[in-house]
T-cell receptor
């Protein structure tokens, strides 16, 4: 009964080779988030969507882009991955209002 | 000053111990508060929402102090399975940003 699904779970890419991570949800939540989490650090918010409204964090590098073609799906595009982009990427959804987030299992990205 | 700050930890406690974590937030407009648990190499999972009146769920008690802008989590009778990182998360009303603290690592030992 997975509610937030991320694919792939593990992604290996080469330095500079574009990569796309996928997130889908069955919860019909308005808000979808992308976080980057490095070892022993808290999740860092990259951006989020409220419906189709896109909100970028000020310190999110231009190398990171996102698309949300419909309510269910959201994609994270890394245009030219660097070694420093190796991390766990977490997708989360939320209904909006004072409610909690639901996280997907994450995609672990390795950059060679 | 960070928006959300937590006890740095790590906390290493014996089974059966009581342990408390604190979290402070800087934005007085913050309205929703949560404790998440994250196991190694897994996603965060909601442990508890934190309500104004405080709330309890079994061995876990969460408190909110709006005047001092902090929340706390108390774990009684610690189990080995409580070993994890505990993340404090804060949301501002009418804003969809969810801000995480750096997390506090707990290890419960036999």
């Amino acid at each position: 009964d997975a509610m937030v699904i991320q694919n792939p779970r593990y992604q290996v890419t080469q330095f500079g080779k574009p990569v796309t991570l996928s997130c889908s949800q069955t919860l019909n939540h308005n808000v979808m988030y992308w976080y980057q989490q490095k070892s022993s650090q808290a999740p860092k918010l990259l951006f989020h969507y409220y419906d189709k409204d896109f909100n970028n964090e000020a310190d999110t590098p231009d190398n990171f882009q996102s698309r949300r073609p419909n309510t269910s799906f959201c994609f994270l595009d890394i245009r030219s991955p660097g070694l420093g982009d190796a991390a766990m990427y977490l997708c989360a959804t939320r209904e909006g209002g004072p409610y909690e987030q639901f996280f997907g299992p994450g995609t672990r990205l390795t950059v060679l | 000053r960070k928006e959300v700050e937590q006890d740095p930890g790590p906390f290493n406690v014996p089974e059966g111990a009581t342990v408390a974590f604190n979290c402070t937030y800087s934005n007085s407009a913050s309205q929703s508060f949560f404790w998440y648990r994250q196991d190694c190499r897994k996603e965060p999972k909601l442990l508890m929402s934190v309500y104004s009146s405080g709330n309890e769920d079994g061995r876990f008690t969460a408190q909110l102090n709006r005047a001092s802008q902090y929340i706390s989590l108390l774990i009684r009778d610690s189990k080995l399975s409580d070993s994890a990182t505990y993340l404090c998360v804060v949301n501002i009303l009418n804003n969809n940003d969810m801000r995480f603290g750096a997390g506090t690592r707990l290890t419960v030992k036999p």
